[in-house]
């Protein structure tokens, strides 16, 4: 089976189980060195493929840590998600980029809202429950690539 497959069923079981999930008890355990940040300007292909970056620092992991991102664009409660990808956490910063193709609603230059987390899945009796290392919402301007 195709790795990116598997890795969109993780990270969409991991996003199901955190909606279920107290948010103030994942954000109270994380440790303040944690951080992401996400640049101000990302880029948008005239074929709808986003581009988007930023930093990470974590520590501590004991299961897979990926780096998720999202966006929305005139409706804060319509997100796209843009890809995936996979975090070390050694404690030092480390830069970051996902990109991926909106299909349901084109995008346009402009302000845009986005959403990065450091989410690792961590082993507890078998079942990799998701655990956040940081989380950060930022406005950023899309530019055409």
């Known amino acids: 089976m195709p790795v990116r497959p598997v890795l969109a069923a993780a990270l969409g079981s991991a996003a199901l189980l955190c909606v279920t999930a107290a948010p103030a008890s994942a954000s109270a355990s994380a440790d303040p060195t944690e951080s992401v940040t996400v640049e101000t300007t990302g880029r948008l292909a005239g ?33 796209h998600g843009i890809g995936g990808t996979q975090a070390k956490c050694d404690g030092a910063a480390h830069k970051w980029q996902n990109t991926g193709k909106v299909s349901s609603e084109k995008l346009a230059p402009g302000k845009a809202q986005v959403e990065a987390t450091v989410l690792e899945l961590r082993p507890a009796g078998g079942l990799p429950l998701p655990y956040f290392h940081a989380t950060k919402e930022q406005d950023i301007t899309l530019v055409k690539a």
């Open 47 to 79: 074929d709808g493929t986003v581009t988007l970056s930023g930093t990470y620092t974590c520590t501590d992991a004991t299961g897979p840590v990926f780096i998720s991102s999202s966006i929305s664009q005139d409706s804060p409660n319509f997100r």
